[in-house]
């Protein structure tokens, strides 16, 4: 069904594609979730993250291969990833019990030599592999992981294509980030100077191919600019929306927007972006440069998202009732909501359209403020950031203490040509310290719109 604007008035959605009659629920537990992009991963220690508030933890063990444990050691109940890596297996240190790729336990150093290790000291563990530079986690029984399933993208893996990757954790419910990244109405008003120019706003033209519990197929296209023609928008449940269009000449391009859902009040979006368009600038980027500007992006969102959930969630009133959406901009936003009202009830938590299911953590005195932070919630989990991070740091320090000797060699060849040199190389140095120090913000303050 194709919905087009009207002339005179733009009327609100009040239907649009019926959801399919079926009593299937997601089993979300046999999915497939992506972690973290595996040029982020640190393969020298323990790699913590939670699923629906559930703890695991990755590290690699002497074969090389990847692991993936609870995050509980069945002792006192400590975190594994606050552990190490010995000999090829995880160590608590809190009391330095050891366990195997497995998740048995291997040694307690409290027990005496010849007393035999209880049977119950063990963790469960799970499948996980990678796939197109991800570590996918398969959250059910490990006999059951079906690597096909894996929303793997084929354009990935063209010679031609350029792809660049950043992974940012988010203060808000998974719910929250599909609903913002199915709906392209808000990028020229939201990301005015960033991403998109608010003289571009305008009618969309939408239209839902195809609605299942596998997720939605659909396809927009700017109703005053139809020359950008039909752009691929799908929601691969339950973690992938998927943007793709293309140009003359066998030249496309796409965004894949990954997600994990943390918990309650959290997700991560693992946001891959990939052209065979020649740019040879965005070539010569360094990593770490493309993520300021994602960065920003993302945060430009983040303070409407996050009010948006805190209304809801304390007005107690179904999404039907409190907003208003168009035909001419939100369809894919209220068809996603009502996904989950057919597919999703299964789910730990979720807000649909007319339903909704919360978790333990919500309620009115559970709220608590959420605040943006670019350094724990990106540079931390980024590695060329936190790498660049470090460096900066780094050479701020030397600059500075280059400045004090140079100045100090100054007062010592006082009235010489040394004494000039040495000065403009101190207030040199001392600038490029304070230039760094800007640049160092930027990997630990949030974008705040001005």
């Known amino acids: 069904m194709t919905l087009t604007p009207q002339k005179t008035t733009i009327e609100p959605l009040t239907s649009s594609v019926s959801p399919p009659q079926s009593d299937c629920q997601l089993d979300w537990k046999n999915c497939w979730y992506p972690i973290t992009f595996v040029q982020d991963f640190p393969k020298s220690r323990p790699y913590g993250f939670t699923l629906y508030d559930e703890p695991f933890v990755l590290f690699v063990n002497n074969q090389g291969k990847l692991v993936c444990l609870q995050d509980i050691c069945p002792h006192r109940a400590a975190k594994l990833s606050d552990g190490q890596i010995l000999d090829g297996n995880l160590e608590c240190l809190y009391h330095g019990w050891q366990f195997n790729d497995e998740g048995k336990c291997v040694h307690i150093p409290q027990l ?17 592999v990678q796939k197109q530079g991800i570590i996918w986690f398969w959250r059910g029984k490990k006999e059951e992981a079906d690597e096909t399933r894996i929303p793997t993208i084929a354009n990935l893996d063209k010679r031609d294509m350029m792809v660049t990757d950043c992974m940012i954790d988010l203060p808000y419910d998974q719910t929250y980030l599909i609903e913002n990244v199915v709906d392209p109405a808000h990028v020229h008003i939201s990301h005015h100077g960033s991403l998109g120019n608010r003289k571009n706003a305008q009618p969309l033209t939408m239209e839902v191919k195809e609605k299942s519990i596998e997720g939605i197929k659909s396809v927009y296209k700017y109703a005053k600019t139809a020359a950008m023609g039909w752009i691929t928008l799908d929601f691969i449940a339950p973690n992938l929306v998927m943007y793709e269009f293309t140009l003359p000449n066998q030249l496309m391009g796409g965004t894949a927007l990954y997600s994990l859902p943390s918990g309650k009040g959290s997700c991560r979006l693992l946001l891959r972006n990939y052209s065979n368009i020649p740019n040879w600038k ?15 992006i993302l945060e430009e969102d983040s303070v409407f998202i996050m009010a948006e959930q805190s209304i809801l969630e304390k007005s107690r009133q179904t999404m039907q009732d409190l907003i208003l959406p168009l035909k001419t901009s939100d369809l894919l936003v209220v068809e996603y909501r009502k996904w989950l009202d057919t597919f999703g009830k299964a789910l730990p938590f979720y807000q649909g359209y007319t339903t909704a299911k919360s978790s333990p953590k919500t309620g009115e005195n559970s709220q608590t403020k959420v605040t943006l932070d670019r350094f724990k919630q990106h540079t931390q989990i980024c590695h060329s950031c936190r790498q660049t991070h ?3 740091i780094i050479t701020q320090k030397v600059l500075i203490a280059v400045a004090i000797l140079l100045a100090a060699c100054a007062i010592l060849t006082d009235g010489t040509k040394l004494e000039i040199i040495s000065i403009l190389l101190s207030l040199f140095s001392l600038i490029i310290a304070v230039g760094l120090g800007v640049l160092k913000t930027k990997f630990e303050q949030p974008y705040t719109r001005p």
């Open 112 to 128: 005496p030599d010849d007393t035999p290790i209880p049977k119950n000291a063990c963790i469960t563990s799970f499948f996980v």
């Open 282 to 296: 965005a070539r010569l980027k360094p990593r770490w440069l493309l993520h300021l500007g994602s960065n920003r």
């Open 390 to 392: 470090q460096r900066i």
